[in-house]
């Protein structure tokens, strides 16, 4: 199983606090990789949030191939963060040649054009970056987005937080959302891309379970969106049906429950909202959501989100102190990280609720 976790807080943290909340859970994760989301940055970041952040691991060529698509297509580098490695030879991890975090400034021509174009602007350079990296293994390229960091690498945890110096606590990398795995997708082919959490287009997600019903997910995903793509973990899935839901159709969140595990038709045709909840479960069959899953999503203006499959099948626990609120796959990573909270205000998501948590650190559940 995987091993999920998030971190919301009021002033920035270092990546230290989410391998904490990670790390007593070790039983439930097999050490085969680390991966995480930062948003709302802050240290090396923090002068820079407007600006589009590259997140890569490549070779040297991978680098030169960047480097050229970039000054071709009108893109200006501003600043570049250089992870400081420890070269210890005993760490577990696979590393990459090169890791590049890069601020870059919009072409000229986007300086007067709309948010959407902009955006836009930033899948499709993220999507031909990674078609480029993919010849010859060149790379991988997990997000090009504003204040957001990802960084995905395969081996042990704890040494892939060693080998990037996550235990420190002036770590320059700071952020006020931390979104994390500690597992690779060790059910198929190792490949950093199915590492979550997945990132599109300011949305994160994360998820600890199966998905049976990933086919058919999947094939109807391919025909919405050009981002939907790659589908190297069956999880995957989740991120694309949230996107679609909350970009796309700009529905309200809570309907992306509803999406996923919708209520029995005799129950949803009693309600007020009987008719939608029919329309919705018609015509977005192929994205419901079937076997044990637990999900944590992050929406681009900060919200994050906890739900679970319709029989609850997997563990996820919510915890909160006035500094921040945290979510877990098991009640020992809150133990670690914030032991002095009130254990009698824990959340545990059940099989029918969504939990948000806004920037303010409120705690809401929505009841299907």
Known sequence: MCRIGAIKSQTP??????????????????????????????????????????????????????????????????????????KNPNLSIHAMPRYVFRTYDYPEIYQYRSQKAREDLLLDTRLALRELLSINDNGYVYSFWPDVLTLKEIGDPADIATYFRLWEDQSRLLAKNIVVQCRQNTNYA??????????????????????????????????????????????????Y?????????KWPINYFKH?????????????????????????????????PNTIIAMLPDGTMLSLCDAKKLRPVVIGRTKEWVAISSEVCGLNAIMPERDLSQDIYTAERELVTINNDLEVKIWKQ
């Open 13 to 86: 943290l270092p990546p230290k606090k989410a391998l904490e909340l990670m790390l007593p859970q070790q039983e439930g994760h097999d050490n085969s990789g680390f991966a995480m989301v930062m948003q709302d940055l802050d240290g090396v970041f923090a002068h820079s949030k407007q600006m589009p952040l590259l997140s890569m691991a490549c070779t040297v060529k991978g680098i030169q191939l960047v480097n050229d698509y970039m000054e071709q297509h009108g893109f200006v580098q501003l600043a570049q963060w250089v992870p400081e490695v420890s």
């Open 241 to 249: 049906s949230l996107h679609y839901v909350h970009r796309e159709l």
């Open 190 to 239: 190792i490949v950093r891309y199915a590492a979550h959490p997945f990132f599109l287009q300011g949305y994160t997600l994360c998820a600890n379970g199966e998905n049976t019903f990933f086919t058919k997910n999947m094939e109807l995903q391919k025909s919405l969106h050009r981002g939907y793509i790659g589908f190297e973990s069956d999880s995957q899935t989740f991120l």
């Open 259 to 291: 999406v996923l595990t919708p209520l029995p038709l005799e129950e949803a045709k009693k309600r007020p909202d009987g008719q939608v909840l029919t329309i919705i479960r018609e015509s977005l069959a192929n994205l419901e959501l079937n076997g």
